[in-house]
């Protein structure tokens, strides 16, 4: 196969500035030094290539030849060095490309893959970057894939070839990001659709975007709570959003749901969705920690204090957050299991075995990790949190793997949504956890 190297060498050069704050990891709380919003374009021979668009992601776009261009992701804000130890989340690139000839025309696109990705002490991170690629309109949230014959692999890149037609415009990019500026309408028409459904304006994000709930069912009722991971290179509203939806409309889901009031948090960070990040928002902060702190009332990021905040007004009998990416590698899709040593109410202890149970028959027993108290991590995500400080029955659902899709996400979502109605409307029945969950998977 031929390289790529001749086009565009990797990026990754201003990483060098970057401070690292977290040690093995994220297993310390701390803030990465924030990075340029770095965005890139490109005019020539009557092709338009732009980074600088909603959820927009590129370091570098040049051109190759006629006809021809290589795109380089922008590096995140988390550094190399700790990437490469995992967990990492993502590895994004998202552009705009249009043409702007009367005349339909085909378009070489090459995404450079980093040489760090390529191979090292910790294994091939490529794997982010060699996926199907998706296409949709600026002005539409569907989302479609590139044909497998027009999309291949090469050493150090992926190469595309794509067909335009005339004054043609169209949205490339590796993840099915769902546009912050596409919340706010889908969550109204959900809220229409149901007599007990309101949105809720939480707070706002550190740039000024609001950071949105939906609440479904009467105040004073126990909590159920459904929200998406704060990594934007996972885009989780997809599937909040089909759970959202399905209980407002589902006759089924609203019967069970008659009892409790539904909460559903679908981009608790706007602004690294707003700017295409995988890990941070465009200060280099990871919001999807830090919860630790904020339970103890500390010092902590700023959307996490805003998402922990709102959720201590009500604390949550159940807490669902949920995660998803499409990666051939990763193993197959299931829940963290946080030890239920941590439960100081027996009966929420037990409850959560339960729904553990559940989750776990609902996806695939390989799936299941455990995780362990005191995991100097796990402290500082939510689903931990929120047991230690209210006993919640917590989980973090890991929807990745080779089979995932966004179409897939959002059923695993509702059917996460009605096991999860089914097993606590049935707790203290010893096998209810597990025929629910089959009466959904099957």
Known sequence: ????????????????????????????????????????????????????????????????????VAIAPREDAIPVQVQVTGPISSYVVCCEIANESSTARRLTVDVIIPEWMLGGPKGRFDYYLRRPYLLRAPQSVAWTEVAAADQADRPDCVRLTLSFGPHERKVLSTIPSFPFSALQRELEAIARSSGDARMRRIGISEEGREMWSLELGADGKPTLVFAATAQPGEPSAWAILAMARAAAADPELVKLRANYQLVFLPMPNPDGVAHGYANTNPNGKMVFIGFEAAAKKGETFHETRVVWDYLAENPPLALVEFHFLSL?????????????????????????????????????????????????????????????????????????GPSTSLRQSEQRGIEILKVTLQTIGHAGTDDASAKAARAVRD
């Not at 310390?28 to 600088?52: D, F, Y």
């Not at 991590?377 to 989980?395: D, E, H, S």
């Open 1 to 68: 196969m031929k390289s790529c190297d001749e086009t565009l060498s990797p990026t990754g050069g201003w990483l060098a500035s970057v401070c690292v704050c977290l040690l093995c990891g994220f297993a310390t709380l701390g803030t990465m030094v924030p990075m340029p919003l770095r965005a890139a374009s490109l005019s020539v021979g009557g092709w338009s290539l732009s980074s600088e668009i909603e959820c927009g992601n590129a370091g570098r776009i040049l051109q190759v030849g006629e006809n021809h």
């Open 328 to 400: 051939p590698n990763h193993k197959v899709t299931g829940p963290y299991v946080i030890d239920p040593i941590l439960f100081t109410n027996p009966e929420r202890r037990a409850l959560s075995q339960n729904l553990a149970q559940a989750l776990t028959a609902l996806s695939d027993p390989r799936g299941v990790r455990r995780v362990a108290a005191g995991h100097a991590m796990w402290k500082q995500l939510l689903p931990y949190q929120a047991i230690v400080t209210w006993n919640t029955v917590a989980f973090l659902y890991q929807n990745t």
